[in-house]
């Protein structure tokens, strides 16, 4: 390096008027980049292929340790305003700045062994005399040397009774907060009731004098309350008030009326409404929080089940009086169909690592469909089903006969089923009157459910939970394997239910809360 400076010194006398740290900074730039364009050189001399510099850049900054980027730069600079655009701006002063370095400033200062403060006075008066120093530094100097020069600093303060316990920890965590003005507050209290002297409780807080003592008589009056932050202010809650009641205003009406293109409301196109009826902003935040404290959600509409029916009344009352009177021998039944379920491949929830979803095919290839009818009895939760070919009387004839076969010894049977066509046919309703006149088997009475009310038909549950056991997520091979599956389901709930006796349904028996008014909307899916 030494070599190099020789061989470039009159590139390195142009930079002599520079301060002594950033020339040092600008002479090992310089003789970093003059060491790269000589190796460059070599290098390119004696190699055969083309050699480009950036190249050969990207090698010399891993050997240097350097950044390419600011290698870039100071090569940037070299070539536009040779060595001196090497020279780091920062640290340039002007000459005030070193105001000790052309000149001396002697003075004479004696210290008193009882007052060695009061000497701060005579270099403070140094200090302002000296019209090389900044005026902003002359004023800091003035200010600060006067807190340390003053007769008062070793004062020490006091206040009457001491704090308590409690007291102590109310400061403590006022010290520990955010508000800055509580938190000095607290902390010169506390250090006044430790004894500390004037000058320690002024470094400490960062406040004069004057503020400290306006704190002690105010403490000494009032004590905590001093101190204590105090949220209710009746401007702010009349101004919020004011803000909720005209964004209620505003929701309660169409965005259309403030010309805007919506049929809903979002946060967005609240405050443009907001904009243009009161003529001022609002933030997202207020909005949210005023909207919040009003109680209002977002919410979805919900589609609900309603019943057409003109008897709509009559016969759910009469549905629910014989449910709740049964005797012991009488049997009540909710009676569906279910199907056609296709054999083929079913998707759902499943476990899965994520980011790797099962896939199905649509459309996929169909291996058949099975249906089936089936009954569900209200007070013992038993199952009875029987498959079928489709939906037609004779399936519901085979339901019919397994249901009187299983029960032949009870006194009557209640069936209630949907208003569609085949529960009503020829052939079920001749069998129904050929079974009540026969002298054998239990009487059969049929409690009609009102139309499109199938919130009301239990059943439906159970096929709904059947199809999340048995059917999602399912690959059946054929007909005959759906076939046992879902007969294997049912049967395996008939063992849980006789081993753990439970109603079926839920608020269907319970008379006080059942409410006709809201079940004609369909608010009781859970029966």
Known sequence: MKTMMARYSRTLAKIKEVPYSNRQRAIKRFILLMDFKERFAKVKLKITRKLTLTHFLTEYCKMRKIPEDTFWKWWSAY??????????KYRITSESTYPMRDQKLIATILIDPEAPLACLTTINQIIQRCRLIKPEVRSFAATTLARFSRTDGNVKLSFSPPLSDEEILVLKKYKR?????HSRRATGILMINDGRCLLDIEQSTNSP?????????RFKDKRLESIETHSHCPQREERQAERQRRILDIVHKMPAAFGINRTTWTYGAIIQAYMIEYGCEIGSGMIKAAVQKSGYKWQRARRVLMSPDPHYREKVQHLLDVLQSLKDGEHFFFIDEAGPYRVKKYGGKVLRPDGKPDHIETPSKSRGKIQFAAALEAVTNQMTWVFGNDKSSATMLQLL????????????LYLTWDAITMHYSHAVTKWVNDHNQAEQGPKIEVVPLPVSAQFLNVIEAVFSGMKRAVICNSDYASVNEMQQAIALHFEERNAFYRANPKRAGNKIWDK????????????????
């Not at 070539?79 to 780091?88: A, C, E, R, Y």
């Not at 907060?177 to 003005?181: D, I």
């Not at 004098?209 to 008589?217: A, E, F, N, Q």
């Open 79 to 88: 070539q536009k305003n040779g060595i001196q655009g090497l020279v780091p």
């Open 401 to 412: 006969n397994a249901i009187a076969e299983n029960n032949r010894h009870c006194g009557k």
């Open 177 to 181: 907060s955010t508000h800055k003005n």
């Open 512 to 527: 006080q809360a059942f409410d006709l008014d809201k079940l004609a909307g369909g608010l009781f899916r859970r029966m």
């Open 209 to 217: 004098s004057s503020t400290i003592y306006k704190w002690l008589r």
